[in-house]
C-alpha cells in the first residue's frame, strides 16, 4: 500500500514546475493521494490548471493569502468536491526584492517587514484556522517549508529570515493547539534549490556552490527529494511527529567550520 493511499491534500503555492511545492504535490500523488490546488490570480490559473491536470486532478480554486476572505472561499469551494481532506501544504513567501539585498538595516522597511511576516507566516495560520474544521478526526497533517536563515543569518535573505523565524514559531504554537484534534503540523527546511521564488535571491548561484563543496553529501538537495520527506511527514509512519522542524538540505544545516 502506498504511504498516502486513501487521503486528500490541498495544495497551497504552486507557481512553476520546478519549485518545492511541485516536487511535494508530484511525490504525494505518486504516493496515491488524491490532489487539489490553488492558485493566486487569473495570470497563474492555466498554469496551475496544467499542473494540476499532469497529476490527475480538476480542482483548482484561486487564492490570495492576503486575503482572509479568499481564504474562507476556498473551503467553500472545496466542500464542492469533498466533504474532508487530510493534508494541507503551505508553500508560500513573498518579500520585495529591495529587502532582499544588502545590509538588514539598510533595506529593511516597516512596509517589507510587515508584507514578508504577513505573506510567507500569517498566511500559514490563516489557512490553518480555515481548514481545521474539514481536517478534524482525519489524523490531519499539516506542511509549511522554511529555510535556514530562520535560524542564522544569511547574506541578503535579510527580512525573510525574520519571518521564517515567525513561520518556524507559528509551527509549534499550531501544533500544541490542533494536537487535541488529532492534526500534526510540521516544516520542512529545504537547503537551497534554484526555484523561482529563489532566483529573486542576490547570490543564489555562489551559494549554490559552496553547499555542493562543504555539505556532507557534497550536492544540493532537489525538490523530489523535498517531496519524498514531505510525504512521509505528513503520512501515517510520522502519526507521533509534530512541532518539527525537519532539515533536507544534504547536511548542511549541521556543519560548522570545514
Known amino acids: ?89 503551505h508553500s508560500v513567501a513573498f518579500a520585495p526584492r529591495e529587502q532582499l539585498e544588502g545590509a538588514y538595516l539598510d533595506s529593511v522597511t516597516r512596509e517589507g517587514f510587515l508584507m514578508a511576516h504577513e505573506i510567507s507566516s500569517y498566511s500559514f495560520t490563516a489557512l490553518a484556522g480555515a481548514a481545521r474544521s474539514m481536517m478534524q478526526g482525519r489524523q490531519g497533517a499539516m506542511l509549511t517549508l522554511s529555510y535556514i536563515g530562520a535560524v542564522r543569518a544569511m547574506p541578503n535573505y535579510n527580512v525573510m529570515g525574520v519571518a521564517k523565524a515567525s513561520l518556524e514559531a507559528n509551527v509549534r504554537y499550531m501544533a500544541s493547539d490542533l494536537g487535541p484534534e488529532g492534526i500534526r503540523v510540521n516544516a520542512i527546511s529545504a537547503g537551497p534549490i534554484r526555484t523561482l521564488a529563489a532566483s529573486g535571491i542576490k547570490g543564489l548561484r555562489g551559494f549554490l556552490s559552496h553547499v555542493e563543496e562543504v555539505s556532507p553529501l557534497r550536492r544540493n538537495v532537489t525538490t523530489g527529494e523535498v517531496g519524498n520527506v514531505a510525504a512521509f511527514l505528513c503520512s501515517d509512519f510520522a502519526s507521533a511527529v509534530t512541532g518539527e522542524i525537519t532539515y533536507v538540505d544534504c547536511g548542511y544545516s549541521t556543519v560548522g567550520a570545514t
Open 1 to 89: 500500500m502506498s504511504l498516502l493511499e486513501g487521503k486528500r491534500a490541498l495544495i497551497v503555492g504552486v507557481a512553476s514546475n520546478r519549485s518545492i511545492a511541485y516536487g511535494i504535490a508530484q511525490a504525494m500523488r505518486r504516493e496515491g493521494a488524491d490532489l487539489a490546488f490553488t492558485y493566486q490570480n487569473d495570470k497563474l490559473r492555466g498554469r496551475v490548471e496544467k499542473f494540476a491536470a499532469e497529476l490527475g486532478s480538476d480542482i483548482t480554486v484561486p487564492c490570495d493569502v492576503s486575503s482572509d476572505s479568499e481564504i474562507q472561499k476556498v473551503f467553500e469551494h472545496l466542500k464542492d468536491h469533498w466533504d474532508h481532506f487530510d493534508i494541507l501544504i
